[in-house]
């Protein structure tokens, strides 16, 4: 068994699923479906999971098209920084 998470934009923000699957791959019951602040809580959520089970890993899909956070205090045409 093994549990996956999968990162996602939305209108709303970051998506987090987190499954748990079988050795074939299969999702085992209803994944559960959140917001995140972060790709970094989506990642502890799943580990935190897992662990519950008794797994040391899981697995990690990024479909943001981004492997760097965007900064909150970012704002595109206003500047750097707050």
């Known amino acids: 068994m093994s549990v996956r998470v999968e990162i996602e934009n939305s209108r709303e923000g970051l998506v987090a699923?987190?499954?748990?699957?079988?050795?074939?791959?299969?999702?085992?019951?209803?994944?559960?479906?959140?917001?995140?602040?972060?790709?970094?809580?989506?990642?502890?959520?799943?580990?935190?999971?897992?662990?519950?089970?008794?797994?040391?890993v899981y697995g990690n899909v990024d479909k943001t098209g981004t492997s760097e956070e965007p900064h909150p205090w970012l704002v595109p045409d206003v500047g750097t920084s707050i």
């Open 17 to 56: 699923t987190i499954s748990q699957r079988d050795d074939a791959g299969n999702v085992i019951g209803r994944p559960w479906i959140f917001l995140v602040a972060s790709k970094k809580e989506a990642k502890q959520q799943a580990k935190a999971l897992a662990w519950s089970l008794g797994l040391n």
